[in-house]
């Protein structure tokens, strides 16, 4: 019996010493995804691969992008200034682009010179021909694994399935009705930017058979409120604003009396000053916003660099917007903040902390390469995570690098910077790693794909 005994308390050291080493390693455990520590492990390079697969395995929406051939000017409401610098990355040399052809196309060649350049061009000429209509950037998106992506476009082409390329319209032309002598000629970019305004409100115009501006204050309102309403019925989505481009994005509260006033007096003749036409224009703008709500048609506004060198980043600066994000009358309209501010992320996603405002990440994996882009998805990841969502920002550059090699990018960078991100993010005790791929689909597809009542999927 002692002896059994003695057996037994033995039996009974060596389990509760075992238990207190499987308390000691599940205390550790939860003590290190309970406290984050300041830099990854060993393990973040291993964690990344095996997020990598993963993440490209998630069926994405792109929530923005300008999808479409080189030859048709639909693709945008504005164009490329001529001359413009364009930073390192977006050149149409930049060696990824050949990188894309391969995949997307299966091309030969590392470069994308001249003659290299039209094996490309008979390959997509052959594949056109072979998938007619739609079947084209169908299987585009396929072979990016995208379920649909938003068409950020003057109109919508025919060779768009409108079923996976949501249209995402322009709202900017309503804020140019009058004479743009002195905006035209402000800089050689609004040179190109302004006609193009003044045609797409004329194809508004055309499209609601209105001849001429209505005479009164309250008949335009209604002609924008019946494009808006018809575009809406047309598939569009959404409204996007490329204002930052054409002036300020800081919005002043004029009262209607004061609009209406400016309205009557240039609609028909004369050239209002500018501080009269920034009033109009800002009132209109608000007028939008709030329609925006009533109709459910996000507000999509370019908050970031710009191309053209004229672009003026200062009074372009996302935080222009916070007077019109906080206001509690557009509490039902949401808002979408193209490209996130680039270069001011920092600022930008804090105000996401409004319910109804989003950051929309596309251009900044293009603008940066995945090793900063990274650090920008991780910086958003921590701070709102459900307020961020993907976009490419693909865009045809020219007949041989197209909308195709531009959406395999920035859906590639995205993927990798995103897997990088978490798996640092992992590493460094912040989320678990089922946690990370929730995240991973909130950002790819489901937090956008939310914010239109089931019209996009
Ligand atoms: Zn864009």
């Known amino acids: 019996m002692q002896h059994d005994n003695a057996e037994i308390e033995g039996d009974n050291v060596r389990v509760s010493q075992r238990l207190l080493l499987v308390c000691l ?191 009164t204050f309250s008949g335009f309102l209604k002609f924008i409120t019946q494009t808006l309403e018809d575009n809406s019925r047309r598939g569009g989505i959404a409204i996007k604003f490329e204002v930052a481009y054409f002036r300020p994005t800081t919005f002043s509260d004029p009262t209607r009396a004061e609009a209406e006033s400016i309205y009557r007096r240039y609609v028909a003749e004369g050239i209002p000053t500018e501080k009269e036409y920034r009033t109009f224009q800002d009132f209109v703008f608000r007028f939008l916003v709030q329609e925006g709500g009533r109709l459910h048609l996000p507000i999509h506004i370019h908050t970031a660099v710009g191309i053209g060198d004229y672009f003026n980043l200062s009074q372009s600066n996302i935080m222009n917007l916070e007077s019109v994000l906080r206001d509690p009358r557009y509490a039902s309209t949401t808002f979408v903040m193209i490209h996130g501010g680039y270069p001011l992320e920092r600022e930008a996603i804090w105000l996401a902390a409004m319910k109804n405002v989003y950051l929309d990440t596309s251009f900044g994996e293009l603008a940066q390469y995945p090793s900063a882009f990274k650090n920008t998805l991780k910086m958003f990841l921590e701070t709102f995570p459900d307020k961020i969502t993907f976009g490419t920002d693909c865009f045809p550059y020219n007949q041989v690098l197209g909308a195709e090699e531009s959406y395999w990018l920035g859906a590639q960078s995205s993927r990798m910077a995103l897997a990088g991100a978490l798996a640092e993010m992992i590493s460094e005790g912040e989320v678990t790693e089922s946690r990370a791929l929730e995240l991973a689909h909130a950002y790819l597809h489901d937090t956008a794909v939310k914010l239109y009542d089931g019209r996009v999927r």
């Open 25 to 215: 390693v599940f205390a550790l455990s939860t003590w290190s995804l309970a406290q984050a520590r300041p830099f990854p492990g060993p393990d973040v390079q291993q964690i990344y691969q095996r997020l990598l697969p993963q993440i490209e395995k998630i069926t994405a929406f792109d929530h923005h992008a300008h999808p479409g051939f080189a030859d048709d000017s639909d693709v945008d409401a504005m164009a490329a200034p001529p001359n413009a610098s364009e930073a390192l990355r977006t050149r149409s040399d930049n060696p990824e682009l050949a990188a894309a052809a391969k995949a997307l196309f299966g091309y030969p060649y590392d470069d994308l010179s001249t003659e290299h350049a039209k094996w490309l061009l008979d390959k997509k000429t052959e594949l056109k021909k072979q998938l007619a209509g739609p079947a084209y950037f169908n299987s585009i998106l396929d072979k990016i694994n995208i379920e649909s992506s938003v068409a950020n476009r003057a109109m919508m082409p025919d060779y768009l399935d409108p079923k996976r390329f949501p249209w995402v319209f322009f709202g900017d032309a309503f804020m140019w009705p009058f004479n743009n002598e002195r905006e035209t000629a402000r800089n050689p970019d609004e040179g190109v930017y302004i006609p193009l305004q003044e045609k797409m409100l004329h194809r508004w115009m055309q499209q609601e058979n209105v001849g001429k501006l209505p005479a």
